[in-house]
C-alpha cells in the first residue's frame, strides 16, 4: 500500500446477471414491471404472484469466501453492511470462529429476522439445560450505511455482499467504510455490475441503474484503499 493507504481490497463488481430461463422472461414480460419485485436477500424474484429461486446472494457468498483463502488477515472485528437475513454472517462464523461479528442493515424487519436466524439451535442434553437462550452468533443493528454508527478504525474487515447498488451516495457510503476499517484492514464486496438484469430490461422491466466497475475503483482509490 502506498503513503496514506489504510486497508486493502478484496472487491468483486459481477459483470452481469443473466441466464434467467425463458419461461421466467416471458413471465416478466406479460406481468409488465410492476409486478416484478426481486427479494431483499437476492434469492429469488417475484413474477407476478409466483415466486423464481435465482440465488443471487448465496452464490456471491461463496466467492467472497473463496477469495479469502489467500488472505492472512485473523480478523478479531467484522462489518457486515447490508447484512439482510445473516446468510454472509453465519458463513463468516464459521470461518473465523474467534471473531466478534457485527451486521447493520437499514430495514429493521430484515434485522429482526436476522437475530432470529443467528441464534443458535440448542444441541445436545446439556445445551439444553442451560439456563437462558443461547446468544446470537453476531450483533445485528439497523444503521445507514451512509452513516455508520461505529467508532473509527474499529474493524478488521469490512464485508458487504449486493448492497453497494443500494447506496443513494456510493461516494459518501464507501467514505464511511474507509473510516470504520483499522490500518491494514481489509473490505471484501460484491455489486451488480452495468450489464446486470439485462434480460429483464429486455422484456420491458425498469431497473435502477448498476455501477461501471472502472468507477467503483476510482472512487476506492480516491478515498484511500489500496488494491
Known sequence: PGAGCRARVVGTVIAALTGLKENVLKEFASFGAANIFISPDWSRARVGK????????????????????????????????????????????????????LG?????????????ALVPAPRGLLARLRKGPAGPIARVFVADAHALPLPDSSVDMLWSNLAFHWFADPTRAVDEW?????????????????????????????????????DVGDLLSSVGFAE
Open 50 to 101: 409466483r415466486w423464481v429461486d435465482i440465488s443471487i446472494r448465496p452464490r456471491e457468498i461463496e466467492g467472497l469466501l473463496e477469495r479469502l483463502e489467500v488472505v492472512r488477515l485473523q480478523p478479531a472485528t467484522i462489518l457486515d453492511v447490508g447484512c439482510g437475513l445473516g446468510r454472509s454472517l453465519a458463513a463468516l462464523a464459521q470461518r473465523y470462529p474467534q471473531a466478534a461479528l
Open 104 to 116: 447493520c442493515d437499514q430495514a429493521r424487519p430484515v434485522v429482526e429476522r436476522a437475530r432470529d
Open 178 to 214: 474507509h473510516r470504520v476499517i483499522r490500518p491494514d484492514g481489509l473490505l471484501t464486496f460484491t455489486a451488480l455490475g452495468v450489464d446486470s438484469l439485462m434480460d429483464l430490461r429486455r422484456a420491458g422491466a425498469r431497473t435502477m441503474a448498476f455501477p461501471d466497475m472502472h
